[in-house]
């Protein structure tokens, strides 16, 4: 490329370079595949000489030094990356938006605070630095530095090229930029004037666009069809749209495009919206692209230098030509743009504008400019918000001094308010008098706009977040202006979604209603920021008031029609409205809004009077009135006919979700209502509102009328904890609230937190609370949650009738009294003394005194009498409603005189009057309330107390219940002794009847005692000789013993049979078995044999074989039917096909069932019987029997063992021993393999079907390449020992120890099942035989050493047994000897391949142990190894019991479950007790010359002279092939304690294919191996088999050799973790847990969470058990929701 010089204009060098390159610009077809067409070589070259024009020099050296220029940073301005950890501090942050990036986290105060760590989305920026953002430190040690230099100090310092034409280099990069990305360029004469080219290429392109609208599935079917590529061409275009927003997927012709396009937009049989496709030149196409890398390139240049930085600033800002400056043409042409291109300038607008106080004001007055048209264009867009320059908002709305300025100068409240309203409303005039209502809402509108609609109300919480400290008047009038405007929005939605009660038939049509919830949710948070703003000074609150009661007033005036109610001999004025025959909502935020406008009243201790309202309060009550009986009356059931949309309506009132702006405020209107009107009115305003005047009308729902009335006059007169209406403080709210939180049982931390809702947001140290009133309880298991549970001394504290409390809270009382009945404390619930009102709400407690309330209940408690009206049915809970607000009131009366005894609030005195107290007399004593009158005796003696509190006379009775307490106390106390003696008497006349009965039958049978004393006496005989001696699984009494152990029968789970000739059999599982350990494999190096091993469990249920076919034959039809008529699920949590199927009882996936053989006729396969032959004499045995010698003389006494050396006498005397103890031998030998012929049969069925079932598992996965059955049995037994002596060495479990009976059941039938296949194949296996004794022999050219061991003894253990009568010895000798042999074999390996730096010793050789090291380095020696110097012999020898244990422990699993004989439970691991055990030496060293009876010195040099092994053991290998790295157990990966640590290991990956670090990456970690992984995209898919698989699902089937294609793997950026087995998969909770107990999936909560050792533990056990595909189906099982995710793509 030619380099020009600089004295050029460089806007025409840059033009010039362009269009020399042009043609070189884009990639070449031949060269294209997928993605971008911008030649990346050429755009570089292109780039470099731009930077060398304008830094004059190398751009790695210009810019270090430009870096050195900088002044010293005091904010830091970290722009986020997708996945990034940031932080919050909950005690010092102004707002949940600030935050701190990881490494400004860890160098600040906070990590000592309290703080919440989230995974940003992308786009945010850390705000260290900036003392708006937080209350306290806002800086960490690296930014907290001194600012004496401005930013146009660092201009200064700039180069003088720089200084000079930097404004104007930019301002050319950026206009082209602009250029590129504002007009549309489609052919090549819509480019600008200085790129058009005289160039004759006719090439274009045909470019899709990403959308929200179309499934990945859709565009590739159609891009396979338009552009005729194959599917997986098609996918990576798809991919790439996706990502990036748009991709070339066609280069060519212009008619070849256009037709491409056709068929893009047009496909065939398609209903959808059409997918954006645009043909463009090339040329246009490749400039887009090469206006990225220069907006790149601008970002780097930007954050590199604080000077270039200033000069990027001005030039975004300065208004051009047009008049708008690029950021505003940038913003206007947002929904415009591709994802990457929106992405590019905002990284660059983030990293300049906003990083200077005085641009981000210039800028933030733009944005304000062009809200409403950017909000306008979002709602029109489809692409998330996220990706939209709206997204900025959060970003400036934030800044407190920036929005005081915007409100002021700009009008920012109201801006906003405006495009909410344009959004949602249609205005009916525009020109409106004063509280005039000019707006109509639409709701159409809003459900249309509803999800994009919302990010409006975040703007606006952002703008009211931070209230003004200084309260200006130019605050005051634009604060005002907006209230106004808000409160005519709220006015044109108050009481929407009304419906009218259905009487006769029920509705036709569901009414749509989650849009009115979804808005109420939104203005939630709105208001409580704007309440902050109202009650700054009295005078705003007040014209607030005013303000909405003006336009509740132009709402209701006319509506509003009065009628006379008479009641009790007085006539009220009420306002007529029936709520069962008009209208009704539950929607009514202008009255709710004045409601908390009340309340901020009652904060600032302002009168009613002092407000000068000119409408009724009745009035302005009104719409809460209907909402709370239109509440009530639904929960009674009369407004079923109305469906479910209003029983949702009604619910979300009461939710904790929302009814801190609905129910909570229409009570407090309720509150305002009554302390401001008279008591009497008011009640019959609502009695009349809940239709309860007349009696006849809703007969069938009268008496729950009257319960849900009753409620709402307790919560009047109750409920106070509220700042503004009680005296109180926000703990003490806090406090009742976690109280009654917990009043209903345990719950863990974040549902205590979400039900207390705005009370804990505003006091963020809730904990402190929580934790006096409540006991932490620990989870018990990994399945369980740690849990608060509520103190005892505070259950009094809990009101049966909590105003919080919904249906599902309902037996909140019986919890308490529950808890009180077992600790003995007074069941009677007496009402705890409520805080004072406040001034606006003091005359509340007058309702309770007023007569008509009075009359009233004792109408009600009437009704209980014997001859009482049958107006209404008697319930209890109408009672105990009655009773506890006549409680209340004798409670409030006793604070109020403890005060002041001359108090005019006189309940008990106007209770008497209204005969309230008479009838309480007279019903103390009737069975109907029996258990109401301990209440009642309270309520009685309470009324003497308040009566001598007024008399002065507090002597008596000074504790209102203490007599009521110790009577009930006393009474419960009698009642548990009277019942406790019954129980004894009864217990004493038994047993004389059962002593009785044995007397009368000794005397019958008398002999029976004798015989029972001497039984006795022989037991306890045995039972000490077992309890000293030790058990020797190789000896022949202690197996002769465990022969006469008798089992139980099983009995068939399906037929409840247990006596059946049909073979019982065992459900199971038989999967690919990963290796146990890190080194070796499972199964040794035989030709017969390659490849994985074979794990079986089983869930150890019995059942018929007959019953088992009958069963499964039944569920292979019912899914076959279900595909039949299309009715199968898309993934089943198991599959038929596939032989799989659950367990009848358990329920525990199986693919295959096992017999159930006994141990007896496992035995009677074997020669158990009495051998003495030494391992030297065997070894010749085994030596004639590979290699027969020539016939000699000397053969027979050989044979017999005669020494020849002996005199003839002795010769002859020891070949007669030996011959008839081998001839008896054989005898016995033949006689123990006479089997019944039924046994055999029905053995031989069963075995037959359990390797029928795994020949067919072993085509679902990599198996061993074999047809062998017997070898299939040896490959699957010595897999699951091995897999369960990982499992229990990891749980730190014994072998010794008795194991779970399916562990038991597992491996002892596997062995018998293997010993009877053995048996039958005892021909055909000869040959494998013998070349097993070869190998033993060392006579082969495959060495004992170079394999696994235990892989080999358990197949030799096993075969040897068909030998027995060759050889004339009892399987117990050959048990013994191949079990030295193999752990000597075993202990050579060790030797052999031992890690050298695991022994390095400072010091020489010591003579701890000289005999030990003479042995390791002869060994050594034998297999040509050099020795090893300076060596610890401590060290050595440890190195080898840790080596050499696991396979001592293996052997041990083994023998006890071939041989029943049960070790002694009370020993552990220790190498001597294993030793023991086997019948081995009890040392290393004495093994090597067989305990002292022969010396295998030579043996072991011919294993270890195997040129084979030599060869292996001189190359050093890897450290997981070498002792004792290769017998540590395979656990998954170790994850890092801090979850924020795991966040970034994953937080700069990016996809391998498609190199982008954009937020639709999901990157998973394996556990297994620690490979990070692109999830959940078509980006990573591969081929399995044909079929197209995730790359997590294509990873199980690379990652560990097997383990049935399963995997475990963490979610990062969600704290989750998926459990994959081919096409299933679930979720489960990752291992992390915060302060309080629990996971966090998600990061929803975001507090601090850290690695959990026992979820840890249990996610191994899974991983170790290849219990993975059994969790799935559990989980899918219980969730069906998990059935229909599409796994095989994850």
Known sequence: MTMLTSDLNFADYFYYLLKLEADNLHVASSDWSVGSVLNKQTSHSILKNISRFILDGDETEVLLKLKELNNPSNICGRVFRPGEATYTCRSCAVDPTCVFCRECFVRSEHKNHKYKLHSSSGGGCCDCGDPEAWKQHPACSRHNVDQHHTSDDARTRLPTKLQENGEYFFHTLLKFVVDMFTVEHNEVSDLPPSLQSSSSVDKFATVVFNDESHTFDYVIGVLSHAVQCTN????????????????????GSKTQCHNAKELVTNPPHSTLDTLKTEVMHIYNVVYQEFALEVLAWLTKLAEVSEGLRLILCHILLKPQENG??????????????????????HQLVMSTCLLFNDQKRIFAVAYVKAYPQLISQYLLDDHEHSESITSISVQLFTVPTLVHYLMVEHNLLNVITDTMISVCCVRTSDHREEHEISLKFDPRRLQKNLRRTGFCFYDLKYALTNVPTQWTQSISEKFQQFFANFAHYLASMEGMDAVVRKRDRHLEREQEWESGVTMHMRFIPIMRQLYKWCCVNKETTIECVRCVVGFMKSLYQRENVIKLV????????????????????????????????????????????????????????????????????????????????????????????????SFNRDIQLLQACAANMDPNHFFVAILDKMNLM????????????????????????????????????????????????????????SKIHKYLGEEAMDNPDWERILSEVADYKPSTSVNSVARYELKIDHLDHISPFFYHYNSG?????????????????????????????????????NLLTCQSLLHYLSSILRIYLPDGETRIQT??????????????????????????????????????????????????????VAIHKDTICWILNAVEKVKNLRSGNTGENEDGNTELQQASSSKTELERWVRKKKVEDRRKELMMQIKKMQEDFLEKNPHLEEEGEMEGEVVEEKKKRLSTDVPVCTLLSWQQASLKSTNENEMCILCQADNNNDPLVMSCMTQSALPANNGFDFVCSLDELQGTGIHVTTCSHHMHLGCWRQYFDSIKDREERRRTIRMRRMNGSYSTLKHEFLCPLCSRLSNCVIPSLSHESAMKLRNISASTITVQDWLRLIEDYVDPPKTSPQEFVVRFNVDMEATED??????????????????????????????????????????????KNLKNMESPDTRDETLLLWVATVTTFQSEESVMRYQGRGVMTPPSIRVTQALSNLVRCFLFKMNQSQDTLQATREKLFKILLGKHEQSIVSMNVFAFFVLLTVSADGVCGALKCSSI????????????????????????????????????????????????????????????????????????????????????????????????????????????????????????????????????????????????????????????????????????DMIERAVNFSCPRFKSKDDSVAPMICLACGTILCSQSYCCQQSIDGVNAGACTYHCTQCTRGAGNSGIFLKVRDCTIILLSGDRGCFKSAPYLDEFGETDQGLRRGNPITLDATRVADLNLIWLNHAVPESIVHEMESNRNLVNIDWNHL
């Open 1210 to 1255: 002795e010769q002859w005397h020891d070949a007669a021993e030996s011959f008839v103890d081998t001839t008896e031998e054989m005898v016995m030998s033949q006689s123990s393999t006479v089997v019944m012929e039924t046994e055999v049969d029905t053995t031989e069925s069963a075995l037959d079907t359990f390797m029928t079932c795994l020949l």
């Open 1373 to 1540: 000798t050959n048990d013994k000897n191949i079990l030295l042999l193999c752990c000597v074999a075993q202990l050579v390996q060790i030797m052999l391949m031992l890690d050298e730096a695991e022994l390095q010793s400072e010091v020489a050789n010591d003579d701890d142990n000289s005999d030990l090291l003479q042995l390791f380095n002869q060994i050594r020696s034998y297999a040509l190894l050099p020795r090893v110097e300076r060596i610890s012999s401590r060290k050595l020898e440890t190195c080898l019991v840790d080596s050499f244990r696991p396979f001592l422990r293996c052997c041990t699993l083994f023998m006890h479950h071939i041989t029943n004989v049960t070790p002694n439970p009370t020993h552990n691991d220790d190498l001597y007790d294993m030793l023991t055990y086997l019948g081995l030496p009890s040392s290393i060293l004495s093994m090597f010359d067989a305990g002292g009876t022969a010396s295998l010195d030579p043996l072991v040099e011919r294993w270890c002279k195997n040129p084979h092994l030599i060869l292996r053991v001189s190359k050093p290998g890897p450290p997981n092939q070498t002792y004792p790295h290769c017998v540590r157990v395979r656990t998954l990966i170790d994850l890092d304690h801090d979850y924020s």
């Open 875 to 928: 319930t209890d809970k109408l009672f105990e409603k009655v009773l506890f607000l006549i409680q209340f009131g004798i409670v409030e009366e006793m604070e109020k005189v403890k005060i002041n005894e001359d108090d005019g609030f006189k309940f008990c005195e106007k209770a008497t009057e209204g005969e309230l107290f008479s009838v309480l007399h007279i019903l103390k004593s009737q069975d109907s």
């Open 566 to 661: 008479p009641y009790n001999g007085t006539t009220y004025q009420c306002v007529d409205y029936d709520i069962t025959e008009k209208p009704v909502s539950v929607h009514y935020p202008l009255t709710r809004l004045l409601a908390g406008l009340f309340v901020k009243c009652g904060s600032l201790g302002i009168k009613f009077e002092e407000i000068g309202i000119s409408f009724d309060i009745l009035s302005l009550a009104e719409p809460s009135m209907r909402c709370l009986s239109l509440c009530g009356q639904v929960f009674a059931g009369a407004w079923r006919r109305n469906g479910l949309s209003l029983a949702n309506q009604v619910f979300y009132c009461r939710d904790y979700r929302c009814r801190t702006e």
């Open 809 to 845: 809270q309902a037996n909140a009382h019986n919890e308490v009294l529950k808890r009180k009945k077992a600790k003995n404390l007074s069941l009677v619930f007496v009402p705890q003394p409520s805080p004072t009102f406040t001034t606006f709400y003091t005359n509340v407690p």
């Open 694 to 749: 007349d009696d006849t009308r809703f007969e069938e729902h009268l008496t729950s009328f009257t319960e849900e009335f009753i409620s709402i006059l307790i919560f009047v007169v109750v409920e106070r904890y509220i700042v503004g209406v009680g005296e109180v403080t926000w703990d003490e709210i806090l406090k009742r609230e976690v109280i009654h939180t917990l009043g209903d049982g345990a719950k863990p931390h």
């Open 232 to 251: 997986n061409r098609a996918a990576d275009f798809a991919t790439v749209i996706d990502r990036e927003g748009r991709s070339t997927v066609l280069c």
């Open 324 to 345: 708008d400056s690029f950021t505003t043409m940038l913003m206007m042409s947002d929904t415009k743009l591709w994802k990457v291109a929106r992405n590019a300038y």
